[in-house]
């Protein structure tokens, strides 16, 4: 097994950093919805609503457009020509992930994320319900059934997708802290923090390892998979393969992990909704999507516009940088019925998009929706009378971008 190197300062502070880097804010959706009110598309990057702080793509000197409302945010995501992905993603991912797919146009998006995709169809997917991801989360729920109480972010939420996927890699348990640390380090980088690329630069040492290890000698985990997967007779090259792997281990844990506090806080936050799941579980589906929808994990993307293109009667020139804020999406008043209400019951006619729209839909939504599915029934199993501790104040997501409680204090009947 290749040697995983920890950070050079083995103090710092990983959580402290991406609480940083998400912001304080403790609801961003009145500014947001004020702001679509106002018109559907403004100049400015998205942060700029919340502080005057410039960003990643302030300082590398692009000229920055928000766009608001589901019909644009679906409207530049289906059309890759105009509104590309790597002359901007390049400035965020690059320094981070590498040669990553998510970065990459077409025809190179397409070539290998065709490849990427026979490793994450639903059907592949399904099967790693009870290989991976119960053992992980029974394992966690074992440490505090006991107590009556927990805390579930710090122990629940926020460990087990990244022990999902360290799982997933076949990596020795004693590695697991240091992966963890790393992995979700990564994108510190967008807000100037040096131990991001400290922390992709190491886990990408240790892949490039691990990769010519389980290309000679397979075994049943996802890197032997990806390293031996085919398309059309064409493998994946190793530097496209470990951008990829980087970004799984940061993407695929911090989604889940973020998706699923949010949605624990919103059931616990309404326990008649919370009681209705816990009686039919047919619900489950349901409450994850609205839970998305309610407070995806991203809240604002990128694309960076390649030709004129006009919006609402804007005109934005190429060269500039569009922000879909895929919040205002989710909310959107003309598409969902008082939008801001959490509720499970609700029918959508349209399809909430927390997980992107088109070519680059996340690669990893299968996964993340059956983590928070075994997730939250085995919560509701094996946690009776589940509750808010009324001692602590009630959990809510917090920032402007990659929303999480920061807390969720519950009571339930001891095992």
């Not at 009870?130 to 629940?156: M, T, W, Y």
Request: overall charge negative.
């Amino acid at each position: 097994m290749p040697r995983l190197k920890d950070f050079d300062d083995p103090s710092f502070d990983v959580l402290a950093a991406r609480k940083f880097s998400r912001g304080d804010t403790l609801d961003p959706y009145p500014i947001i919805h004020a702001a679509h009110a106002r018109g559907t598309v403004h100049p400015g990057g998205y942060r700029s609503l919340f502080d005057d702080k410039p960003d990643l793509y302030d300082l590398a000197g692009f000229t920055q457009w928000m766009v608001f409302g589901y019909d644009n945010v679906c409207r530049i995501g289906t059309d890759p020509e105009t509104f590309g992905s790597h002359e901007v993603l390049k400035h965020l991912l690059a320094p981070t992930f590498g040669n990553s797919v998510s970065q990459m146009d077409a025809p190179d998006h397409t070539r290998f994320r065709r490849i990427f995709q026979k490793a994450f169809l639903p059907q592949t997917v399904a099967k790693w319900g009870q290989s991976f991801v119960d053992p992980v989360v029974n394992r966690l729920v074992d440490k505090f059934i006991h107590r009556g109480e927990a805390e579930l972010v710090g122990e629940f939420t926020h460990l087990y997708p990244f022990q999902v996927i360290f799982s997933q890699l076949g990596l020795p348990e004693e590695l697991c802290d240091t992966f963890h640390r790393l992995a979700e380090a990564q994108l510190l980088n967008a807000v100037g923090i040096p131990q991001g690329v400290e922390a992709s630069t190491k886990l990408g040492e240790f892949f490039e390892e691990l990769v010519a290890i389980r290309r000679a000698k397979p075994g049943e985990d996802i890197v032997s998979h990806l390293a031996t997967v085919e398309a059309d007779g064409e493998r994946l090259p190793d530097d496209v393969l470990i951008g990829f792997l980087r970004q799984l281990v940061n993407a695929g844990g911090d989604t889940t992990y973020q998706g699923t506090s949010t949605l624990f806080s919103a059931l616990l936050n309404n326990p008649d909704q919370l009681q209705a799941v816990r009686q039919d579980r047919t619900l489950v589906p349901k409450a994850i999507e609205e839970g998305l929808r309610w407070d995806g994990p991203i809240i604002s993307g990128q694309r960076y516009v390649t030709r004129d293109v006009e919006i609402d009667g804007h005109l934005i020139p190429a060269g500039h940088v569009v922000r879909p804020v895929r919040g205002s999406a989710n909310r959107d008043p003309s598409k969902f019925e008082d939008p801001d209400r959490f509720d499970i019951f609700r029918d959508h006619p349209v399809r909430p998009i927390p997980f992107g729209v088109g070519p680059h839909v996340c690669i990893g939504q299968h996964l993340a929706k059956l983590e928070m599915s075994r997730a939250l029934n085995a919560i509701l199993d094996r946690l009776p009378n589940l509750r808010l501790d009324p001692a602590y104040p009630p959990p809510h997501p917090v920032g402007y971008n990659g929303r999480v409680p920061d807390h969720i204090h519950v009571k339930f009947d001891a095992a």
